[in-house]
């Protein structure tokens, strides 16, 4: 947040210029002891900044997929999991998660603090193996048995979905 009337000024016209010209500022901000390369993209009445990363963090995609299999891939599998992935389709909704882990650190903190026994968790049983294509078939069985969610756009409000993530700005020069 820009301080005072000068911090201001200077972060609109800034703002608005990075705007205007349809490019993306490149600074550099320290974050955890460490000096990070950071991309900044003019949004509503802010900046939004990107940390973007050097490039020794930045490794070919070979090193760490050439060891994956090439996997064929079935018509009839492909179709299966094209429905499902229809099926299950809906906006996204932020509140609907919760971080589950930081919540029970905090129990099991309060609970250590108040005295209480802590227990260690039972180990779960490793899970079954089963067949893709027969888990991708209960599902759409399921679907079908039991209540279906409503897809997320229907016929008459359909239009293609906006590509996440990316503005028009960061295809153009970085100014």
């Known amino acids: 947040m820009p301080d005072g009337e000068v911090g201001q000024q200077a972060f609109a016209v ?10 993306v500022g490149i600074g550099k901000v320290v974050f955890t002891s460490r000096e990070h390369v950071i991309a900044l993209e003019a949004r509503g009445k802010g900046m939004l900044g990107v940390t973007l990363r050097y490039p ?9 997929f050439d060891d994956i299999p090439d996997e064929k ?3 009839d ?12 389709n809906a906006h996204f909704e932020p ?17 250590k603090q108040s005295g209480q026994k802590i227990e260690a ?23 079908r048995k039991g209540e279906r969610r409503k897809p997320a ?3 008459a409000n359909a239009r293609a979905p ?4 990316r503005s028009s700005a960061r295809a153009k020069k970085a100014g």
């Open 73 to 75: 891939v079935t018509k």
């Open 95 to 111: 509140e609907r998660f919760e971080d589950r882990y930081e919540e029970a650190l905090k129990d099991l903190l309060k609970k």
């Open 121 to 143: 968790t039972r180990e779960r049983e490793p899970s079954k193996v089963i067949s893709l294509m027969d888990a991708l078939r209960r599902s759409v069985e399921t679907d």
């Open 14 to 23: 800034i703002r608005e210029a990075i705007r205007q010209e349809g490019m």
């Open 56 to 64: 020794y963090e930045v490794r070919k995609e070979d090193e760490y």
């Open 162 to 165: 906006k590509k996440a993530g």
């Open 153 to 155: 756009r229907t016929p």
């Open 77 to 88: 599998m492909l179709d299966l999991a094209k429905h499902i992935v229809e099926t299950k």
